[in-house]
C-alpha cells in the first residue's frame, strides 16, 4: 500500500478517555509499521511525558526562564532541539508544565492558530517523520486549534464511562463543527477503549458500542476491530454471535505499560490488543476506515 506522511490528533473535549493510551500506542504502532513517528504531548497535565519518565523536561526553563513549548510556538526555534526518543522510531515532543501560558500568549500572537503548524509540523513531518500524532488537551482553546489545524486530521477515543455521550456531542458540536468553518478537518476514526463489559445484556459497552455503529454520522468511523452491524446485533440478541469481542479490550497488561512508561509493545509484544491499535495505524495510513 501505497502511503504518505500525515499527521493526527487524538481530542476528546472530556478528561478520562483514554486519550493518552491511545495517542501513544498509535504513535508507536506507526513507528513500527514505518520506522519514524513523532508524538506531541500538547496537554498541559502531561501525563504522557511524565508517565515516559521525562519530568525534566516537564518542568525544565531556559536560562532566560522560558520553555521549550514557549521557544517553538513563539519564538521559532527548532523542535528538533527539544525532541527526546521514546522507543525504537519513536521520539516524543514534551509537554511543558507552563503550557498554559503558552497558551494565553497564542492568544495574542499574529496567526496564533497556525504556530504549531507552521514551526514544528510542516518542518518535522515528511522530512524527519513519516508520521506526527498529536495528544490533545480535553478543553477547547488555542492549543487544541493549533492541533485541529496543524493535523486536519481527527481520531476521538471512547471509553465507556459516564458522560461519554457529553464528550461525543461536545467534541464534534464544539471542535469539529466550529472547525470545519475555517479549514478542512477529517475525523478519520471512533474509537471505543478498555471495554471490558458483556453486550449480550444491558451494559454501558452495549449502549457505547450501539450508539456509535448505528449512528448515522459515525457508523463507517468505527475501526472494524470495533464495528458491529445490524446483522452482528441480531446475532448477538439471539445468543448466535460467535464473532470476536468488539473495541480494545480490557487487558492488566495496558494498565501495566502505562506504569512503566512504556508503550504497549515494548512491554508486552504479545499483547492480543496490539492487533487492533496496529489497524487504527493503517487507518492512519490510508487516511480512512474500510470495510
Avoid at 504502532?29 to 496537554?43: G, P, S
Avoid at 509537554?95 to 501560558?101: C, K, M, P
Avoid at 506526527?132 to 492541533?147: F, Q, S, W, Y
Wanted: charged share 30%; aromatic share 6%.
Amino acid at each position: 500500500m501505497q502511503t504518505e506522511p500525515r499527521a493526527v490528533s487524538v481530542g476528546i473535549l472530556k478528561g478520562g478517555f483514554a486519550k493518552t493510551t491511545t495517542a501513544l500506542n498509535l504513535a508507536r504502532e506507526l513507528a513500527h509499521r514505518n520506522e519514524r513517528a513523532l508524538v506531541v504531548d500538547l496537554d498541559d497535565n502531561g501525563h504522557m511525558t511524565l508517565n515516559l519518565g521525562f519530568e525534566d523536561r516537564y518542568n525544565s526553563t531556559d536560562d532566560d526562564g522560558s520553555n521549550h513549548a514557549e521557544a517553538v510556538l513563539l519564538e521559532g526555534e527548532d523542535p528538533r532541539e527539544y525532541v527526546v526518543n521514546v522507543a525504537e522510531g519513536l521520539d516524543l515532543f514534551p509537554a511543558h508544565e507552563d503550557l498554559e501560558s503558552v497558551q494565553s500568549a497564542l492568544k495574542e500572537a499574529t496567526m496564533g492558530t497556525t504556530r504549531l503548524k507552521r514551526d514544528l509540523v510542516d518542518p518535522l513531518l515528511g522530512e524527519e517523520y513519516d508520521y506526527v500524532v498529536i495528544d490533545c488537551p480535553a478543553n477547547r482553546g488555542k492549543l487544541n486549534d493549533n492541533a485541529m489545524y496543524a493535523t486536519g486530521n481527527l481520531i476521538i477515543p471512547l471509553r465507556p464511562e459516564n458522560g461519554y455521550e457529553t464528550g461525543l456531542t461536545n467534541t464534534l458540536d464544539r471542535l469539529v463543527q466550529e472547525a470545519r468553518e475555517y479549514f478542512e478537518l477529517n475525523i478519520l476514526a471512533v474509537v471505543p477503549s478498555d471495554l471490558r463489559k458483556r453486550i449480550d445484556q444491558s451494559t454501558r459497552d452495549r449502549k457505547l458500542l450501539r450508539e456509535i455503529t448505528t449512528r448515522d454520522a459515525i457508523d463507517h468511523l468505527v475501526p472494524n476491530f470495533a464495528y458491529l452491524s445490524e446483522g452482528d446485533w441480531a446475532a448477538i440478541d439471539a445468543g448466535d454471535y460467535n464473532g470476536d469481542l468488539p473495541g480494545i479490550r480490557y487487558r492488566a497488561a495496558i494498565d501495566d505499560a502505562h506504569q512503566e512508561g512504556v508503550p504497549l509493545r515494548d512491554y508486552d509484544p504479545e499483547c492480543d490488543q496490539l492487533g487492533a491499535y496496529d489497524e487504527l495505524a493503517a487507518i492512519v495510513e490510508r487516511g480512512e476506515v474500510t470495510r
